[in-house]
């Protein structure tokens, strides 16, 4: 039977396929090796010293291989991974390391005899990101170990090659690195999956509103232990705000009744803070709640 005009293909054409679609070249993974890597430049190492300066900080040979190492491979690996808006070495050495940096006067004042005597400093960098604050404050104290918590796998990545970056340019150096470990996870699950009242020092950047970030981070701190919270004060008085409807959920999650506030002592970070939260007693087992959204927990 013959196929009816409409179906029938012109006479003298044959259908041939069109030509195949072009791929998208593939991505190169990013690079890992640090010593394939170009240099950061004379304006990250100054500004790195005037920061130490200004902070009365001095860093063995490795410790500054490794803060260096890991600032080498974000520029790297930023440019096919987004892991942070700074794009270049001086603004990663201010913005990034110098303001990390910020919080090793108080953890040394605090947790240095602790080192002293052979006891363990153990901190815990929750959305870590880039590694910031906690890679390079770990590097600093030293700390004995640190892990850098992150939700997203892709940073976490990141995180695992700065780990062993840092680590090699700390041997390379004849210095033992602090043992670092990159997780993927959130706070609210680690309270509940061993890590609950352990954690000597819990340190967060542009988490969350003080209110929640007491919730999520409290319970990881083990009493006598610190969270430190990176915040800004533009001069509006938004941080007393946050600070003022905070205040009432400290008590109940095991902490002091009362903030402690620092200045981070850098003329360029002049409108950063450290927000000092010390616990007492370990947190109820209620807290962290599983609720949805943004909204304070303790109601």
């Known amino acids: 039977m013959p196929l009816p005009a409409s179906s029938r293909l012109p006479r003298g054409r044959v259908s041939r396929p069109g030509p195949p679609a072009k791929q998208p070249p593939a991505r190169q993974p990013p690079v890992s090796d640090t010593d394939k890597l170009p240099p950061l430049g004379e304006d990250f190492g100054r500004i790195l010293d005037e920061a130490l300066g200004l902070l009365d900080l001095e860093l063995t040979p490795g410790m500054r291989a490794g803060i260096e190492a890991h600032a080498r491979l974000l520029l790297a690996w930023n440019a096919s991974?987004?892991?942070?808006?700074?794009?270049?070495?001086?603004?990663?050495?201010?913005?990034h390391v110098a303001d990390s940096l910020s919080a090793v006067p108080f953890l040394l004042a605090h947790f240095g005899p602790r080192r002293a005597h052979g006891r363990p400093l153990e901190i815990l960098d929750l959305g870590s990101g880039a590694g910031y604050p906690g890679l390079p404050a770990a590097i600093a104290v030293p700390a004995t170990s640190a892990v850098l918590l992150d939700s997203i796998g892709k940073k976490t990545a990141f995180l695992t090659?700065?780990?062993?970056?840092?680590?090699?340019?700390?041997?390379?150096?004849?210095?033992?690195?602090?043992?670092l470990t990159a997780r993927t996870g959130r706070a609210e699950d680690l309270a509940r999956a061993g890590d609950r009242d352990h954690w000597v020092v819990v340190t967060a950047r542009a988490i969350a509103p003080m209110p929640r970030l007491l919730e999520l981070a409290l319970p990881l701190v083990r009493?006598?232990?610190?969270?430190?919270?990176?915040?800004?004060?533009?001069?509006?008085?938004?941080?007393?705000?946050?600070?003022?409807?905070?205040?009432?959920?400290?008590?109940?999650?095991?902490?002091?009744?009362?903030?402690?506030?620092?200045?981070?002592?850098?003329?360029d970070?002049?409108?950063?803070?450290?927000?000092?939260?010390?616990?007492h007693r370990a947190t109820p087992e209620r807290y962290p709640r599983r609720l949805p959204g943004k909204r304070p927990l303790l109601t």
């Not at 090659?161 to 043992?179: D, I, L, N, S, T």
């Not at 004060?233 to 946050?242: D, I, N, Q, R």
């Open 81 to 95: 991974v987004n892991l942070t808006a700074v794009r270049s070495a001086a603004g990663i050495a201010l913005e």
């Open 161 to 179: 090659a700065a780990a062993v970056a840092v680590r090699k340019a700390m041997e390379a150096a004849g210095e033992e690195a602090p043992r």
């Open 269 to 279: 970070l002049d409108d950063h803070r450290l927000v000092v939260v010390r616990k």
């Open 223 to 267: 009493p006598g232990g610190v969270l430190l919270a990176w915040k800004r004060e533009p001069g509006s008085g938004a941080l007393s705000a946050e600070l003022a409807e905070a205040q009432e959920f400290l008590e109940p999650l095991g902490a002091a009744p009362a903030f402690e506030v620092l200045a981070v002592g850098l003329p």
